[in-house]
């Protein structure tokens, strides 16, 4: 089972830097067997040291290769089971199962029988899984088959008269449009790119105090003083040790500014999507029983030794590719706290920017030492020992990835409104995570790799005590307290196990619907507060219970406004009367499925971005009533509101 999380971990990173694309090609052609039957062939085509499961793989191994055809059952019928090419089979060290897989070549076949003798095109679609040996990609593609013997096109998206008409009401005719261009007001989720910085930074200090990296510190420092032949080539190679840490960091980011490019909203989509919401929480679960001395995470020995045998080169190379093998000896200690930054920073809001800066920070904190310490190396004989301690912040990290791990888990149900994880809920999780984290800090409970313990010292009692003070602030939202200091985190205050008057913010009457609310603002003559918004958006939830509940922003909103949260992420599908696809610039065609696709489109294609919270001020005519405004502060939000009303006046 350990094997299954740390391939899905990998994958998880892997993919976003192997896109499917060139790996696997795919190959259609028709055997005609009579006059009403024929048989179907697929041939993907694999490039060398790639190769694709087979359509038989055993439970909780890989993602097998499938086939759907379009019309089987209606149009004909798919007679006897798929047949596939020889394929190899061997045991998989990392799934710890035997294995069929294809190399080179791949040719599957499926007969069928026409139940509609007129029947020219067959459409149908394959999905797989490809690996090599870093990466893997998840992949579909379109299929086509022509059964006269004409050249079979994959059917593309159109824009029907229906989806014509449904992509025209989603453009608004705005008035005075220059306002937008005074958007960005406000501040970027966590205090902007700087605040994004620090908490990586923090990141760092913590993984600095772990014992894969701790220890680290004083060998290479003294590697570098006293090898290098002199002082000054010591102290320059131990700053350039360090800088090679932060880029080996800052590169991890690089895949996910060409997701940006691409797709604006992607990362908007990754963060909320609702299945990799649920595979996050399995991790960061699996991560915490890993700090809790469970089992250790580790990546395979073999890349460590290659790293360290390549360190050996000396000059830059042999610099670099030792902070290549720091970075990966201490991945069971730093893996969980970068992946904890990764994931947190998956918004629309700052794009890869702000993942960029995160990890920029987290690699600054790691390599500040090695430089300060070849500066300073007196200094040395001031650190710590290694001992006892840094199993408890080993600890402690763990119940902090547990608690993280509940934030996804809860996004995935604020999404789909499966109703799990009601406020009050969530916070008794974590009222019970953080109670046996204070109970562990006093000394109570033990884990496997903690020794005994004599004494405890002041800062562990201190710890102790501070977390103990925690869990008593948390418990008054059991009975329906805002806990300001946690806005954003547990799920918003309406979404509650109690009966709720309204599940819009704070009870203020609002509308999810854009032309329900216009009709609203027109028959009261009121300004509308256009609201981009998510259920799993923790910006949105602190301006709502921060900034919106404060009694002059609140009366404002209530009495003068016009409220429509639009909210970006909901998963759950329109009819089937108001799906459509809609032609972007581009001219790539997109499904509109689901309420969130909708309303992410209706936001990209009026106001250009795709963050959350987003808010407009404009009245029922379409006159934007000033520029827009994001995650700012109480003041700023009061004014602004203050001045969209005067402007109606």
Same mark, same amino acid.
């Given at each position: 089972?350990?094997?299954?999380?740390?391939?899905?971990?990998?994958?998880?990173?892997?993919?976003?830097?192997?896109?499917?694309?060139?790996?696997?090609?795919?190959?259609?052609?028709?055997?005609?067997?009579?006059?009403?039957?024929?048989?179907?062939?697929?041939?993907?085509?694999?490039?060398?040291?790639?190769?694709?499961?087979?359509?038989?793989?055993?439970?909780?191994?890989?993602?097998?290769?499938?086939?759907?055809?379009?019309?089987?059952?209606?149009?004909?019928?798919?007679?006897?089971?798929?047949?596939?090419?020889?394929?190899?089979?061997?045991?998989?060290?990392?799934?710890?199962?035997?294995?069929?897989?294809?190399?080179?070549?791949?040719?599957?076949?499926?007969?069928?029988?026409?139940?509609?003798?007129?029947?020219?095109?067959?459409?149908?679609?394959?999905?797989?899984?490809?690996?090599?040996?870093?990466?893997?990609?998840?992949?579909?593609?379109?299929?086509?088959?022509?059964?006269?013997?004409?050249?079979?096109?994959?059917?593309?998206?159109?824009?029907?008269?229906?989806?014509?008409?449904?992509?025209?009401?989603?453009?608004? /005719? %705005?008035?005075? &449009?220059?306002?937008?261009?005074?958007?960005?007001?406000?501040? #970027? =989720?966590? *205090? @902007? $790119?700087? !605040? +994004?910085?620090?908490?990586?930074?923090?990141?760092?200090?913590?993984?600095?105090?772990?014992?894969?990296?701790?220890?680290?510190?004083?060998?290479?420092?003294?590697?570098?003083?006293?090898?290098?032949?002199?002082?000054?080539?010591?102290?320059?190679?131990?700053?350039?040790?360090?800088?090679?840490?932060?880029?080996?960091?800052?590169?991890?980011?690089?895949?996910?500014?060409?997701?940006?490019?691409?797709?604006?909203?992607?990362?908007?989509?990754?963060?909320?999507?609702?299945?990799?919401?649920?595979?996050?929480?399995?991790?960061?679960?699996?991560?915490?029983?890993?700090?809790?001395?469970?089992? /250790? %995470?580790?990546? &395979?020995?073999?890349?460590?030794?290659?790293?360290?045998?390549? #360190? =050996?080169? *000396? @000059? $830059?190379? !042999? +610099?670099?590719?030792?902070?290549?093998?720091?970075?990966?000896?201490?991945?069971?200690?730093?893996?969980?706290?970068?992946?904890?930054?990764?994931?947190?920073?998956?918004?629309?809001?700052?794009?890869?920017?702000?993942?960029?800066?995160?990890?920029?920070?987290?690699?600054?904190?790691?390599?500040?030492?090695?430089?300060?310490?070849?500066?300073?190396?007196?200094?040395?004989?001031?650190?710590?020992?290694?001992?006892?301690?840094?199993?408890?912040?080993?600890?402690?990290?763990?119940?902090?990835?547990?608690?993280?791990?509940?934030?996804?888990?809860?996004?995935?149900?604020?999404?789909?409104?499966?109703?799990?994880?009601?406020?009050?809920?969530?916070?008794?999780?974590?009222?019970?995570?953080? =109670?046996?984290?204070?109970?562990?800090?006093?000394?109570?409970?033990?884990?496997?790799?903690?020794?005994?313990?004599?004494?405890?010292?002041?800062?562990?009692?201190?710890?102790?005590?501070?977390?103990?003070?925690?869990?008593?602030?948390?418990?008054?939202?059991?009975?329906?307290?805002?806990?300001?200091?946690?806005?954003?985190?547990?799920?918003?205050?309406?979404?509650?196990?109690?009966?709720?008057?309204?599940?819009?913010?704070?009870?203020?009457?609002?509308?999810?619907?854009?032309?329900?609310?216009?009709?609203?603002?027109?028959?009261?003559?009121?300004?509308?507060?256009?609201?981009?918004?998510?259920?799993?958006?923790?910006?949105?939830?602190?301006?709502?219970?921060?900034?919106?509940?404060?009694?002059?922003?609140?009366?404002?909103?209530?009495?003068?406004?016009?409220?429509?949260?639009?909210?970006?992420?909901?998963?759950?599908?329109?009819?089937?009367?108001?799906?459509?696809?809609?032609?972007?610039?581009?001219?790539?065609?997109?499904?509109?499925?689901?309420?969130?696709?909708?309303?992410?489109?209706?936001?990209?294609?009026?106001?250009?971005?795709?963050?959350?919270?987003?808010?407009?001020?404009?009245?029922?005519?379409?006159?934007?009533?000033?520029?827009?405004?994001?995650?700012?502060?109480?003041?700023?939000?009061?004014?602004?509101?203050?001045?969209?009303?005067?402007?109606?006046?």
């Amino acid at each position: 089972m350990k094997n299954i999380f740390f391939l899905v971990i990998v994958l998880l990173f892997n993919t976003v830097s192997a896109q499917p694309g060139d790996q696997v090609t795919w190959d259609t052609s028709v055997e005609k067997l009579s006059d009403t039957e024929y048989q179907l062939v697929m041939t993907a085509s694999i490039i060398e040291h790639w190769h694709l499961y087979s359509t038989d793989i055993p439970e909780d191994g890989p993602i097998p290769t499938s086939f759907t055809f379009e019309g089987a059952g209606k149009d004909y019928e798919l007679v006897g089971d798929l047949e596939e090419s020889e394929s190899h089979t061997e045991y998989d060290n990392i799934f710890d199962m035997e294995l069929s897989y294809f190399d080179g070549e791949a040719v599957f076949k499926q007969k069928i029988k026409l139940l509609k003798p007129d029947l020219k095109v067959i459409q149908g679609l394959v999905e797989y899984q490809a690996c090599d040996d870093q990466s893997c990609i998840f992949a579909d593609a379109d299929l086509a088959f022509s059964l006269d013997g004409g050249k079979a096109v994959v059917k593309q998206l159109e824009v029907d008269e229906k989806s014509a008409i449904l992509s025209k009401n989603l453009k608004l /005719e %705005l008035q005075n &449009p220059e306002q937008l261009k005074g958007g960005d007001q406000g501040q #970027s =989720g966590g *205090g @902007g $790119l700087m !605040g +994004i910085f620090v908490l990586g930074f923090l990141g760092g200090l913590l993984a600095l105090l772990t014992p894969c990296v701790f220890p680290m510190i004083p060998l290479t420092v003294s590697f570098f003083t006293k090898q290098s032949g002199n002082r000054k080539k010591g102290i320059s190679n131990a700053i350039l040790y360090g800088v090679f840490i932060v880029v080996i960091y800052m590169l991890l980011s690089i895949p996910f500014h060409f997701l940006d490019s691409i797709d604006p909203e992607i990362l908007n989509t990754i963060s909320t999507n609702v299945w990799l919401n649920v595979i996050f929480f399995i991790i960061f679960v699996f991560f915490a029983f890993s700090f809790f001395g469970y089992y /250790e %995470l580790t990546l &395979p020995s073999s890349w460590g030794n290659k790293m360290d045998s390549a #360190s =050996g080169t *000396g @000059g $830059l190379i !042999g +610099i670099f590719f030792m902070a290549l093998t720091l970075a990966i000896v201490s991945f069971s200690c730093t893996g969980p706290i970068l992946g904890s930054l990764l994931v947190g920073s998956l918004t629309a809001e700052g794009g890869a920017t702000q993942l960029t800066a995160g990890i920029t920070g987290f690699g600054f904190a790691l390599a500040l030492p090695f430089a300060l310490f070849a500066l300073f190396p007196n200094w040395l004989n001031s650190l710590p020992r290694s001992g006892g301690w840094m199993t408890t912040v080993k600890v402690v990290l763990g119940f902090l990835e547990l608690a993280l791990a509940f934030k996804f888990l809860s996004n995935a149900d604020l999404v789909q409104h499966w109703g799990i994880l009601k406020r009050e809920i969530f916070i008794g999780i974590w009222i019970v995570i953080f =109670g046996l984290m204070a109970i562990y800090l006093f000394g109570k409970i033990k884990f496997p790799h903690d020794g005994p313990l004599k004494k405890l010292g002041f800062i562990r009692i201190a710890s102790g005590v501070l977390v103990a003070a925690f869990v008593i602030y948390l418990v008054p939202g059991l009975w329906g307290a805002n806990l300001k200091l946690l806005s954003g985190f547990p799920p918003p205050m309406f979404y509650s196990v109690k009966q709720q008057e309204s599940d819009c913010p704070l009870g203020i009457n609002c509308f999810k619907d854009f032309d329900e609310g216009l009709a609203y603002a027109k028959a009261n003559n009121k300004p509308i507060l256009l609201d981009f918004t998510g259920w799993a958006c923790v910006n949105c939830r602190k301006m709502e219970e921060n900034v919106w509940s404060v009694p002059r922003v609140y009366d404002l909103l209530k009495d003068d406004y016009v409220l429509i949260s639009l909210y970006i992420d909901d998963r759950k599908e329109l009819p089937e009367d108001k799906q459509f696809n809609y032609q972007l610039e581009s001219g790539r065609v997109k499904q509109i499925r689901t309420i969130g696709e909708k309303w992410a489109t209706f936001q990209a294609i009026n106001f250009h971005t795709a963050s959350q919270p987003y808010y407009i001020i404009m009245t029922p005519e379409m006159e934007l009533l000033g520029p827009p405004q994001k995650y700012t502060d109480e003041e700023t939000y009061y004014n602004w509101l203050k001045e969209g009303v005067k402007g109606l006046k």
